[in-house]
């Protein structure tokens, strides 16, 4: 498959284990927080998102934190699968506004 | 499959040239938005378009510009191409225009320039 190449940071995790990807935020005016997941050669993927008068909101195995005083977002992955493996990226909209912001993304790699 | 479709997969050509770039949104969504990757600058929001109209611009050079058809599929055109351009270009598409609608991305157009 296809992949930028780009150097990201890597977090390796067993599976089954839980895995907790971070992302610090550029804008404290934000108000609304998407994870996506991207697998090589393909487009990310939503996984899931959180507004700004929440900081916490919970998916199936996946759970996102918002604390916005450090402006600090993190997706929790639960019972981490070989399917999980992939890049993460976070993205912030401004104003209800369609255009992402998105973070530099964390590749996970989840050994069997 | 996201349901939105761009052409071509890949795309190689020399610097100084113009190449366009294609995306059918899914049935029923409004939205379009263009995205480049790259490796220095990572995801990068391009522009977006809803029903025909632009309705955001992030940090689209000059020599990139884009248009929403009356049938809502939208096309991206790069021209006097420079090395730097090479990386690759998502599609995505929303129902609507505000940022809670979720984003379909399509698979993407790898474009490299020699």
């Not at chain 1, 919970?58 to 600090?72: A, C, M, Y």
């Not at chain 2, 761009?6 to 995205?35: E, F, M, N």
Request: glycine share 10%.
């Amino acid at each position: 498959g296809e992949s930028v190449g780009l150097h990201l940071p890597t977090l390796s995790v067993q599976e089954g284990d839980n895995s907790i990807i971070n992302c610090a935020y550029s804008n404290s005016a934000s108000d609304y927080f998407i994870w996506y997941k991207q697998e090589s050669g393909k487009g990310p993927q939503f996984i899931i998102d959180i507004r700004s008068n929440m900081d916490k909101r919970q998916g199936q195995r996946v759970t996102v934190l918002l604390n916005k005083t450090v402006k600090h977002l993190s997706l929790q992955i639960a019972a981490t699968q070989p399917g999980d493996s992939a890049v993460y990226f976070c993205a912030e909209t401004l104003n209800q506004g369609g255009k992402l912001i998105f973070g530099q993304g964390t590749e996970l790699s989840v050994k069997p | 499959d996201s349901g939105v479709t761009q052409t071509p997969k890949h795309l190689i050509t020399a610097t100084g040239q113009r190449v366009t770039l294609r995306c059918s949104p899914r049935s029923g969504d409004l939205s379009v938005y263009w995205y480049q990757q790259s490796l220095d600058q990572g995801l990068q929001f391009l522009i977006q378009y809803y029903n025909g109209e632009e309705r955001a611009k992030g940090n689209i050079l000059e020599r990139f510009s884009a248009q929403q058809f009356p049938d809502l599929h939208s096309e991206l055109n790069l021209s006097s191409l420079e090395l730097g351009d090479s990386a690759l270009y998502f599609c995505a598409s929303s129902v609507g225009i505000i940022s809670y609608n979720e984003q379909f991305f399509g698979p993407g157009t790898r474009l490299t320039v020699l």
